[in-house]
């Protein structure tokens, strides 16, 4: 259960970025954790996701959990994206509909195979970003909320080309050193 006395304000994961951020409960640094984080300006400012991202974000959990804890629940999903059960289970129902996943109540998820394809290319793409960016010198951390970001609405012939330069750049690392150097 969230403590819902701390007041902390996160960038949400969810379809609610598209209708504007709210403050939120969360626990940023651990339990017990009492400490108050403002949002900085830059977190403040919300591009509009398109519905496929949410679509892609939630199979992309959904993949990863089943890969991790060999099922994927309502709860753990929620608890993840930072949403309530009832926005998880709103999500996953759409998902159901539309041919990704396989939800019976109170018995978990199974991704279709059209569900494991859509997982399998936005791993694809985002390690293809990630390896990118880390091979220009771009910390981790950064390097993988980046690719997050970016992972959505890339054509797969850009993916290709990304991922030949990363390749390059990784074989060649006398390159991103004179780049850093600039």
């Known amino acids: 259960m969230r403590n819902r006395s701390l007041s902390i304000v996160l960038p949400l994961r969810?379809?609610?970025?598209?209708?504007?951020l709210s403050e939120r409960s969360a626990n940023a640094s651990g339990p017990g954790s009492e400490q108050t984080r403002e949002m900085t300006q830059e977190q403040k400012v919300v591009t509009p996701r398109a519905p496929e991202e949410a679509t892609e974000d939630y199979i992309e959990m959904i993949s990863e959990?089943?890969?991790t804890k060999g099922f994927a629940a309502v709860s753990d999903i929620a608890?993840?994206?930072?949403?309530?059960?009832s926005s998880a289970t709103y999500i996953i129902k759409k998902l159901d509909k539309e041919g990704y996943v396989v939800h019976e109540k109170y018995r978990g998820l199974?991704?279709?195979e059209s569900g494991r394809n859509l997982a399998s290319k936005m791993k694809r793409y985002?390690?293809?970003?990630?390896?990118l960016l880390l091979a220009l010198g771009i910390?981790?951390?950064i390097a993988r909320e980046d690719a997050e970001k970016i992972e959505h609405g890339l054509?797969?012939?850009s993916l290709i080309r990304l991922r030949e330069l990363a390749d390059y750049l990784e074989a060649n690392p006398e390159i991103v050193q004179k780049l850093n150097k600039e």
């Open 65 to 67: 959990l089943i890969q």
């Open 79 to 85: 608890e993840r994206m930072n949403v309530t059960k």
């Open 14 to 20: 969810s379809e609610l970025f598209n209708k504007g």
């Open 139 to 141: 910390p981790e951390k």
């Open 155 to 157: 054509h797969n012939r």
């Open 110 to 112: 199974a991704l279709t």
């Open 126 to 131: 985002h390690e293809t970003l990630t390896r």
